[in-house]
C-alpha cells in the first residue's frame, strides 16, 4: 500500500509532461490541417495505383492479391496511414534539439528520469493523435466501408480485432517511442539528426509495410514480420482487418513484449553512457 | 561544513582535430586525430550556505564547465563535488532537489504553451505544495514583474521577459543553491537592474547561496562579496573583493572631459606613476601609495579650472585584467 503511494506520488511528478505534450501537439493546429491534406492525396494515390494494378490482375478488380482484395487493399493503405500519425513520436526530434540547442543542461538539472519525462510528453502527444484524430478517422473509414459493403466482418470477430487493435496500438506507441528515444540517444555522439532521421524513416517506412503490406515481399515479408518495426504498421492493421489467427496474435504480441523490454534496455544502457561523455553545445 | 565544497576538480574533453579545406576534410572521414583540452585543472574551494560568489573569467576560462560539474550536468575527468554533504555524482536527483539553475543562453521555459503552465510543471516536478508554490508565486511575479505576461506564450516573450520568468522558474521550488551561468547576457540595462535587485532581495529573504558566472562586471560589483576568478581553467584569486582591490594598490580613477590645451607632460612632471588615458574623456588613474590624490586634485583644478570630474575606484574589470597580464607573465 505504502509502497502503491510512493510509486502514485513519484509518478504524479510526471503528469505535467503529458500535458505539456498535448498542449504542444494543440499549438500547432495548422500542422493537422496540413496532414489531413496529404492524406487525402496519399488515399488519393493509393486507390489510382492499386487500380492499376488490380485492373491488369487476372481477374480484374475481383482479384485478391497477397491476400487482400481491390477495396481491402485500399482500407489497408488508409489505415496505415491513419495509424501513423496516430503512433508517431517527437521524442527523438526532442532530444536532438536539446543537444543542439544545449537545454539538455535544464532537463539534466530536474529531479526527474530523463526516459520518464519523454515518455509522458508522447504520451500525452499520443492522446490527442489517438483520441481526437485517429479512432474518429477510423471509425468513419470503417463505417464507410462496411456500410457499402466493401468490406465484411463478423460482429464478435470485429470487437476481438479491435480490442487487440488497441492493445497493438499501445505498444506500437511506446516501441516507436523506444525507438525514437534511441536515435535521440545516438544524438549525444553524433550531434546531428537529419541523416539518421532519414535513415530510420526509410527502414520504417519499408519494414513496417507502411508502402507496401509485408505479404507483398514473399519470404522477406516474413522475415520482416517479426522485426520489431512490423509493429509499427502491418501487424496491428491486419490484426484490425481480421486478416490474422488468434495464435498468430499471442504470438505476435509476446514478440512485441520481447522488443520493448529490450529496446527501454539498450536506452538504459545508453543513457548512463551518454551522460558521461555529453559534451555541451554552446558554452 | 561548508555547503558547497569542490575539491581538486579537472575536466578534460576530448577534441577532434579538423585541419582546413577539403582534402582535410576528407581524410577525417577515414582517420580523426583527437586532441584534449583541459577545460578544468586541479580546482579546490568551498562556500558557505548564503554567500553570493561572483565566478568570473575570460570566455573559455572554464566558469561554465565548472557551473555544469556542480550541477551533475558533467563529469569531472578528476576530483569531487560535495554538496550538502552528499556527492553530486552519486546523488544527483536528490541534488536536483535542492538547485536552480539559470543558463542564461538556455531557457528552461516550455516554449510552445502559457508561461504559467511552465510553473504548473515545475511545481509538480519538485513536489512543491500548494501553500508554499502560492507563497512563491506571488513573490516571484511581484518582485520580477511577470504578471502582465503570464499567460503568454513562452515563445511570444522578449528577451528581458523571458530571463526574468526563467530567473522565477529556477527559484519556484526554493532551492538551497542558485546557479546563475550570465543570467544578464544581452539584456538592457533596466532588465539587468530588476535582475540584480531581485538576486539580493532573494538572498536576503530566503538566505539562497548563489554562484553566479558573468561578464558584466557590474553584475558582481553589486552582488558580490566573494569573487573566484579562473583563467585557462585554473583559479587565480578566490576571496574578498574589497581585499583584491586593496591587494592592487588601492587604485584611484579620475575622468574628466577632454578639452583644448591639456598637456599630459605638466601631470607627468607632477608624478610619472599617473597613467593617462585620452579618448573622449581623460582618465587618470594611480595608487594612493605613491600619488597624494589632493594634491593632483588642488593641481587639476587650480592649472586647468576642471569642476567637473568624477573620482572612483578601480573596476573589477581592471583587477581581472591585470591578473591575467600577471598570470600570462609569470608563465613567460
Given at each position: 500500500m505504502l509502497k502503491m503511494k510512493k510509486l502514485k506520488n513519484s509518478l504524479s511528478k510526471y503528469i505535467p509532461f503529458f500535458h505539456a505534450g498535448l498542449k504542444s501537439t494543440l499549438a500547432y493546429k495548422s500542422q493537422i490541417y496540413g496532414w489531413m491534406i496529404i492524406g487525402v492525396i496519399e488515399i488519393l494515390f493509393i486507390f489510382f495505383l492499386y487500380q492499376a494494378i488490380y485492373r491488369n490482375?487476372?481477374?480484374?478488380?475481383?482479384s485478391v492479391i497477397n491476400g487482400l482484395t481491390f477495396y481491402e487493399m485500399i482500407l489497408y493503405g488508409a489505415t496505415s496511414f491513419i495509424f501513423g500519425n496516430a503512433i508517431s513520436s517527437e521524442t527523438g526530434w526532442n532530444i536532438y534539439v536539446e543537444v543542439r540547442d544545449g537545454t539538455v543542461v535544464n532537463t539534466l538539472t530536474k529531479p526527474v528520469s530523463y526516459r520518464i519525462r519523454h515518455l509522458f510528453t508522447c504520451f500525452g502527444q499520443a492522446f490527442f493523435q489517438v483520441f481526437f484524430i485517429a479512432l474518429p478517422l477510423l471509425v468513419i473509414l470503417y463505417g464507410i466501408f462496411i456500410g457499402c459493403g466493401f468490406v465484411q466482418f463478423e460482429p464478435l470477430q470485429f470487437i476481438l480485432n479491435i480490442v487487440f487493435f488497441l492493445i497493438f496500438l499501445l505498444l506500437a506507441i511506446l516501441i516507436n517511442d523506444s525507438i525514437g528515444y534511441l536515435i535521440g540517444m545516438l544524438t549525444f555522439y553524433t550531434q546531428h539528426m537529419f541523416g539518421l532521421n532519414m535513415f530510420i524513416s526509410s527502414i520504417k517506412t519499408f519494414l513496417s509495410g507502411t508502402m507496401v503490406p509485408l505479404s507483398y515481399m514473399g519470404v522477406f515479408g516474413v522475415i520482416f514480420s517479426y522485426l520489431p518495426f512490423a509493429f509499427l504498421a502491418s501487424t496491428p492493421i491486419l490484426i484490425l482487418m481480421g486478416k490474422m489467427e488468434l495464435l498468430m496474435i499471442f504470438i505476435y504480441l509476446t514478440i512485441a513484449i520481447g522488443y520493448l523490454i529490450l529496446l527501454e534496455f539498450i536506452n538504459h544502457l545508453l543513457f548512463k553512457h551518454c551522460i558521461k561523455k555529453i559534451v555541451v553545445q554552446g558554452g | 561544513m561548508a555547503l558547497i565544497e569542490v575539491k581538486n576538480l579537472s575536466k578534460t574533453f576530448k577534441k577532434p582535430i579538423r585541419g582546413n579545406g577539403l582534402l582535410s576534410m576528407i581524410k577525417t572521414l577515414f582517420s580523426r586525430k583527437y586532441e584534449n583540452i583541459?577545460?578544468?585543472?586541479d580546482v579546490s574551494f568551498s562556500i558557505e550556505q548564503g554567500e553570493i560568489v561572483g565566478y568570473i573569467g575570460a570566455n573559455g576560462a572554464g566558469k561554465s564547465t565548472t557551473i555544469k560539474m556542480m550541477c551533475g550536468i558533467l563529469f569531472p575527468t578528476e576530483g569531487e563535488i560535495i554538496i550538502d554533504q552528499k556527492s553530486v555524482l552519486k546523488h544527483r536527483k536528490e541534488i536536483n532537489q535542492e538547485i536552480g539553475v539559470v543558463f542564461g543562453q538556455k531557457t528552461q521555459l516550455w516554449w510552445d504553451i502559457p508561461l504559467i503552465e511552465t510553473f504548473k510543471i515545475l511545481k509538480a516536478i519538485y513536489s512543491v505544495s500548494d501553500e508554499d508554490y502560492k507563497e512563491r508565486f506571488n513573490y516571484l511575479s511581484e518582485l520580477l514583474d511577470?504578471?502582465?505576461?503570464?499567460?503568454?506564450?513562452?515563445?511570444?516573450?522578449?528577451l528581458g521577459q523571458r530571463m526574468r520568468a526563467d530567473f522565477a522558474a529556477s527559484l519556484i521550488h526554493n532551492p538551497k543553491i542558485l546557479y546563475l551561468d550570465e543570467p544578464t547576457i544581452g539584456l538592457d540595462v533596466l532588465v539587468k537592474d530588476k535582475i540584480r535587485k531581485a538576486i539580493k532581495e532573494l538572498n536576503h529573504h530566503y538566505n539562497t547561496t548563489v554562484i553566479l558566472t558573468t561578464h558584466d562586471m557590474k553584475d558582481i560589483e553589486e552582488l558580490c562579496n566573494r569573487i573566484i576568478i579562473i583563467d585557462k581553467g585554473s583559479i587565480l584569486y578566490d576571496g574578498n573583493l574589497e581585499d583584491i582591490k586593496f591587494q592592487f594598490g588601492n587604485i584611484k580613477n579620475i575622468v574628466f572631459p577632454r578639452f583644448e590645451g591639456f598637456d599630459e607632460n605638466k601631470i607627468k612632471e607632477f608624478n610619472d606613476k599617473i597613467n593617462i588615458e585620452v579618448d573622449e574623456n581623460i582618465k587618470l588613474s594611480f595608487s594612493l601609495n605613491d600619488v597624494n590624490m589632493d594634491a593632483l586634485l588642488l593641481m587639476l583644478i587650480g592649472e586647468y579650472k576642471i569642476n567637473d570630474f568624477k573620482i572612483f575606484d578601480i573596476g573589477i574589470e581592471e583587477i581581472t585584467k591585470e591578473l591575467y597580464a600577471k598570470n600570462e607573465e609569470t608563465k613567460k
Open positions: 490482375a487476372p481477374e480484374g478488380m475481383n | 583541459e577545460a578544468v585543472k511577470l504578471k502582465s505576461f503570464m499567460n503568454q506564450n513562452v515563445r511570444s516573450l522578449s
